[in-house]
């Protein structure tokens, strides 16, 4: 398939969820009386969950969890990883280095998931509690990833030049490696979105940052999964916008570098 055509499909494919996430409580409207749990028909055209709620009302206001923890949990976890990575890979001073990288590959060394059940053991962790954890887990990955990107720039002659004219620290290393880097960041960042989005429902599926009974749709699935073979909208509808979200903003990533010339770096 052509990039600009997966492009297309990635678009189509995370605007409906996406959608849903950000606009969907606005069309949800106020809670009406609770029927029988796991039915179908009598107004709820996706019927209701296990304690007798609308499912597509609990469907509008599930994903903006999911989406809004997920991006803040990037975000925070590069806001960190950049600054080390490239300080890592543009620094001389080889102390400087063993001292940012080696906690981090300590922390590289528990699985994510694990690291986060076990905190979450210890206090219960909001939406925000949530996503500090996740971005915690992300970052020695990302700060690799970074350092690698960026260690194949610093040593181009390039680099030694700009030093040898006596440009900042910022210039080199933000405006000439980190700039040559960026494509490498970029596939990276489609990727581990796609992943935090898997660790956020997988978090929210167990009960982690989240209330039982929450309006989510990895909690959706989670509570009703007991019915699924009674009513499945209430499991299959909400698991396919979680498939949909991170399928398609892999597409999109993925289309959009194949689909941008390749950058070489420039000459100062």
């Given at each position: 398939?052509?990039?600009?055509?997966?492009?297309?499909?990635?678009t189509a494919v995370v605007a409906v969820p996406l959608l849903l996430a950000l606009l969907?409580?606005?069309?949800?409207?106020?809670?009406?009386?609770?029927?029988?749990?796991?039915?179908?028909?009598?107004?709820?055209?996706?019927?209701?969950?296990?304690?007798?709620?609308?499912?597509?009302?609990?469907?509008?206001?599930?994903?903006?969890?999911?989406?809004?923890?997920?991006?803040?949990?990037?975000?925070?976890?590069?806001?960190?990883?950049?600054?080390?990575?490239?300080?890592?890979?543009?620094?001389?001073?080889?102390?400087?280095?063993?001292?940012?990288?080696?906690?981090?590959?300590?922390?590289?060394a528990v699985p994510s998931l694990l690291l986060v059940l076990l905190v979450a053991s210890?206090?219960?962790?909001?939406?925000?509690?949530?996503?500090?954890?996740?971005?915690?887990?992300?970052?020695?990955?990302?700060?690799?990833?970074?350092?690698?990107?960026?260690?194949?720039?610093?040593?181009?002659?390039?680099?030694?030049?700009?030093?040898?004219?006596?440009?900042?620290?910022?210039?080199v290393a933000v405006g000439y490696v980190g700039r040559s880097a960026l494509r490498t960041?970029?596939?990276?960042?489609?990727?581990?979105?796609?992943?935090?989005?898997?660790?956020?429902?997988?978090?929210?599926?167990?009960?982690?940052?989240?209330?039982?009974?929450?309006?989510?749709?990895?909690?959706?699935?989670?509570?009703?999964?007991?019915?699924?073979?009674?009513?499945?909208?209430?499991?299959?509808?909400?698991?396919?916008?979680?498939?949909?979200?991170?399928?398609?903003?892999?597409?999109?990533?993925?289309?959009?570098?194949?689909?941008?010339?390749?950058?070489?770096?420039?000459?100062?």
């Amino acid at each position: 398939m052509t990039a600009p055509r997966r492009l297309l499909l990635g678009t189509a494919v995370v605007a409906v969820p996406l959608l849903l996430a950000l606009l969907g409580p606005l069309f949800a409207g106020a809670p009406g009386p609770r029927a029988a749990s796991f039915t179908l028909g009598g107004g709820h055209w996706l019927g209701t969950d296990f304690v007798g709620r609308d499912v597509w009302r609990q469907v509008l206001h599930g994903g903006r969890t999911v989406v809004l923890t997920a991006l803040a949990a990037t975000a925070l976890a590069y806001l960190v990883a950049l600054p080390v990575g490239l300080v890592s890979a543009v620094t001389h001073a080889r102390r400087l280095e063993e001292l940012l990288m080696r906690p981090l590959d300590v922390l590289l060394a528990v699985p994510s998931l694990l690291l986060v059940l076990l905190v979450a053991s210890v206090f219960s962790p909001g939406a925000v509690g949530l996503a500090l954890l996740v971005a915690l887990v992300n970052v020695p990955d990302a700060a690799r990833i970074v350092r690698a990107a960026a260690a194949e720039a610093a040593a181009r002659p390039a680099v030694e030049a700009l030093r040898m004219q006596g440009e900042s620290w910022w210039r080199v290393a933000v405006g000439y490696v980190g700039r040559s880097a960026l494509r490498t960041l970029a596939a990276d960042a489609g990727i581990r979105l796609t992943g935090v989005l898997y660790l956020v429902s997988t978090a929210a599926f167990l009960g982690v940052g989240v209330a039982p009974d929450a309006a989510d749709w990895a909690v959706m699935v989670d509570r009703n999964r007991t019915g699924l073979f009674v009513q499945p909208w209430a499991v299959v509808v909400p698991a396919l916008l979680i498939v949909a979200l991170t399928t398609g903003t892999n597409l999109l990533f993925d289309a959009a570098l194949e689909k941008s010339p390749r950058r070489k770096g420039r000459r100062p």
